[in-house]
């Protein structure tokens, strides 16, 4: 006797039955909703190239945060636009910076969000690049660590509750670990941008965060788009090194690279970056009316879950967790 035919459809027929069986799910608890802070009072000044996006002053953006945690968003990323910038990004580890000011001023009117900084010098050095630069223009690895932990510890110093380094220099987990372990903050988390390509898809990003380098690009730092193997090492590094959350970024043209790191490493929490250039694309294309712009962000917001991260950064969180349960 011939077998039944097999009819996988049984389990689709009513939404009930869908619920049931769905293998992926993504809720507001794990989202991260980045921000942009810029010095001035009363500032919203809208990212040209990131609709809905705005370089927000500090007392903008705090009321932002507020809501933000009240619509159920567990976590903001913050990014700080400084008031001048020179060659070794001071701005960075000023005590009195833009994002020491914003982190404290979040802190004291929801002091229950966390609060991530995105630790680097590319917006507040004058070059843009993300380290210290030689006179011929090479990117110093060693000499940019002192800076990074520098900058790291005064946000935690600050009231942040995560740092999250994204320069990508060789040994900065390491170093930011140690300094932040040397002066009683051993237990704030590190989350380390490990695996991190030098990708077109940051255009958008560098208009808002005014970031972009002046010569060259980072693909002496940012990893080569076409390696996977090696993200493998750069994610076991800053994992000895001390990172207790991984990253990968760009997210949707790696999630191959966010599955691969998810299996390697199944011991501690993925993040992905949804960047800048994966909302901009959405938002353009849904402005012309070619695509439904809630389905889209929400289909790829699950193809970053099924390919295996726990933790999505994306500039759509505000605008996808009406429509998530927690
Ligand atoms: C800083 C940094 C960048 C992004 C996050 N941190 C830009 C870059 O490396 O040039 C990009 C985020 C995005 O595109 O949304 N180094």
Known sequence: MAFPVQRPRRLRQREPIRRMVRETRLSVDQLIQPFFVIYGRDVANPVRSMPGVFQLSIDRLVPQVEETYRMGIPAVLLFG??????????????????????????????????????????EYTDHGHCGVVSEKGEVLNDPTLELLAKEALSHVEAGADIVAPSDMMDGRVGAIRRALDESGYSHIPILSYAVKYASAFYGPFRDAAESAPRFGDRRSYQMDPCNVREAIKEAQLDLEEGADILMVKPALPYLDVIRVVRDAFPQVPLAAYNVSGEYSLVKAAAQLGWVDEGKIMMEMLLSIRRAGADIIITYFARDIAPVLGS
């Open 81 to 122: 636009i400084p008031e001048r910038k020179d060659p070794l990004g001071s701005g960075a580890y000023d005590p009195e910076g833009i994002i020491q000011r914003a982190v404290r001023a979040i802190k004291e009117k929801v002091p229950e969000i966390v609060v991530i900084t995105d630790v680097c010098l590319c």
